[in-house]
């Protein structure tokens, strides 16, 4: 073959494996992987397109799309589009073994390019995925916290960016990373592996920071303690991503093995962490689609039984969504001096008729017109945040 060198084989690699007899190859294993991985990284982005097309919904109602929700969107279409150069890689008969893989170079050479690609969009739309919910976390956050998270967002994405950088310069010139045939020279293995290793590893520690930082903003605010529960556990998801980057990590060494089957745990391990922080980032703005359901279903409840004359329930006494009652007016009397009141007084003060002998008696008539608002309106959930006052 042309161009062939026949010192150009890494020497980095662990040596492949001798010649077998017969019998010891029908012993060794025979199953093939790739199914598998097919079946789980399509599952996992099918619910992460679940989660992420009920979070444009409710953004979209309420209140409209900002950057953190592209940058979700951009991490989907990484991972989606990792998901399709796996299924091609499957067909390439990426999951078998070593010994049951056809002897075809060409075929050789095209899995690694596809497998490289793959690898990249992988690191892409996990870093991306971080990257948004960050970006949520800095619209609600102030002073020292908003410092961390930009530190975290730049660092993070320089990490991993150098991964996904390092996948395509190791190697000179670059058809030697797919081509080992090729003339050439490559950066030792070992030092790839090593960091890969601590770039993940850096990642799962900030996926477990970013989730642990909502605690830290919401306690501050202004809410029933309850409310403070549920938006800081919805918000904190993300624990569940650093978990899957930390398993992630734990797969990194396989890279060094001969047999490439070794590395397909890596890449389901790898869909997973985007997947999971994917449906992380829609969880806290998908309470408030579960906050109309619920809403949805008092209404209707209520609508259905007769009340009694003489019951006073929150349906009379709330007027209906998007309905303006009429107006009302309220007199005030006051004699020459007005006197000092509580600033929670109450409507008996305001109504009430008493006033200064001897003095100009002020009349004043105000129309007040209101028009009610149904809860979720009010409730959407960053907006919310966003209006408590951090004390």
Same mark, same amino acid.
């Given at each position: 073959?042309?161009? !062939?060198? +026949?010192?150009?084989?890494?020497?980095?690699?662990?040596?492949?494996?001798?010649?077998?007899?017969?019998?010891?190859?029908?012993?060794?294993?025979?199953?093939?992987?790739?199914?598998?991985?097919?079946?789980?990284?399509?599952?996992?982005?099918?619910?992460?397109?679940?989660?992420?097309?009920?979070?444009?919904?409710?953004?979209?109602?309420?209140?409209?799309?900002?950057?953190?929700?592209?940058?979700?969107?951009?991490?989907?279409?990484?991972?989606?589009?990792?998901?399709?150069?796996?299924?091609?890689?499957?067909?390439?008969?990426?999951?078998?073994?070593?010994?049951?893989?056809?002897?075809?170079?060409?075929?050789?050479?095209?899995?690694?390019?596809?497998?490289?690609?793959?690898?990249?969009?992988?690191?892409?739309?996990?870093?991306?995925?971080?990257?948004?919910?960050?970006?949520?976390?800095?619209?609600?956050?102030?002073?020292?916290?908003?410092?961390?998270?930009?530190?975290?967002?730049?660092?993070?994405?320089?990490?991993?960016?150098?991964?996904?950088? !390092?996948?395509?310069?190791?190697?000179?010139?670059?058809?030697?990373?797919?081509?080992?045939?090729?003339?050439?020279?490559?950066?030792?293995?070992?030092?790839?592996?090593?960091?890969?290793?601590?770039?993940?590893?850096?990642?799962?520690?900030?996926?477990?920071?970013?989730?642990?930082?909502?605690?830290?903003?919401?306690?501050?605010?202004?809410?029933?303690?309850?409310?403070?529960?549920?938006?800081?556990?919805?918000?904190?998801?993300?624990?569940?991503?650093?978990?899957?980057?930390?398993?992630?990590?734990?797969?990194?060494?396989?890279?060094?093995?001969?047999?490439?089957?070794?590395?397909?745990?890596?890449?389901?391990?790898?869909?997973?962490?985007?997947?999971?922080?994917?449906?992380?980032?829609?969880?806290?703005?998908?309470?408030?689609?579960?906050?109309?359901?619920?809403?949805?279903?008092?209404?209707?409840?209520?609508?259905?039984?007769?009340?009694?004359?003489?019951?006073?329930?929150?349906?009379?006494?709330?007027?209906?969504?998007?309905?303006?009652?009429?107006?009302?007016?309220?007199?005030?009397?006051?004699?020459?001096?007005?006197?000092?009141? +509580?600033?929670?007084?109450?409507?008996?003060?305001?109504?009430?008729?008493?006033?200064? +002998?001897?003095?100009?008696?002020?009349?004043?008539?105000?129309?007040?017109?209101?028009?009610?608002?149904?809860?979720?309106?009010?409730?959407?959930?960053?907006?919310?945040?966003?209006?408590?006052?951090?004390?």
């Amino acid at each position: 073959m042309d161009g !062939f060198d +026949p010192t150009a084989i890494p020497t980095d690699l662990p040596p492949p494996p001798q010649p077998l007899t017969p019998a010891e190859l029908a012993a060794l294993p025979h199953d093939n992987a790739g199914p598998r991985l097919n079946a789980t990284i399509w599952v996992l982005v099918g619910v992460a397109t679940g989660f992420l097309v009920l979070r444009f919904y409710c953004k979209w109602r309420h209140r409209g799309l900002w950057w953190d929700d592209w940058i979700l969107f951009g991490s989907w279409v990484c991972v989606t589009a990792q998901c399709c150069l796996l299924s091609v890689a499957v067909s390439l008969h990426y999951g078998k073994h070593l010994w049951d893989y056809p002897i075809d170079f060409d075929n050789g050479v095209r899995l690694a390019k596809v497998i490289n690609a793959a690898g990249t969009l992988s690191l892409t739309a996990a870093v991306w995925s971080k990257t948004s919910f960050a970006l949520t976390l800095l619209r609600l956050s102030e002073g020292w916290m908003r410092g961390a998270i930009w530190f975290i967002i730049v660092t993070m994405n320089v990490a991993m960016g150098l991964s996904a950088l !390092f996948i395509w310069v190791h190697c000179d010139p670059p058809p030697k990373i797919w081509n080992f045939m090729v003339p050439g020279t490559c950066w030792d293995r070992r030092v790839l592996v090593n960091y890969d290793i601590f770039s993940a590893a850096y990642s799962a520690a900030m996926d477990l920071t970013l989730a642990l930082l909502p605690w830290k903003l919401i306690w501050g605010l202004q809410m029933r303690k309850q409310e403070k529960f549920g938006v800081a556990l919805a918000m904190s998801c993300g624990i569940f991503a650093g978990i899957t980057a930390i398993v992630k990590t734990t797969k990194i060494p396989s890279m060094l093995s001969f047999d490439p089957a070794d590395g397909v745990d890596l890449f389901i391990w790898g869909n997973a962490e985007s997947c999971v922080t994917i449906v992380a980032a829609s969880i806290p703005v998908l309470r408030v689609l579960i906050r109309e359901v619920r809403s949805s279903g008092r209404r209707y409840y209520i609508s259905g039984d007769p009340e009694p004359e003489d019951a006073f329930s929150s349906s009379r006494l709330q007027p209906r969504a998007g309905r303006k009652e009429p107006a009302r007016t309220i007199v005030t009397v006051s004699g020459g001096r007005t006197p000092k009141t +509580p600033d929670n007084w109450s409507d008996r003060s305001i109504l009430d008729d008493t006033h200064s +002998p001897g003095h100009i008696v002020q009349t004043s008539e105000v129309a007040v017109e209101f028009e009610a608002r149904r809860d979720s309106d009010s409730m959407f959930e960053m907006r919310q945040l966003g209006n408590h006052r951090i004390v």
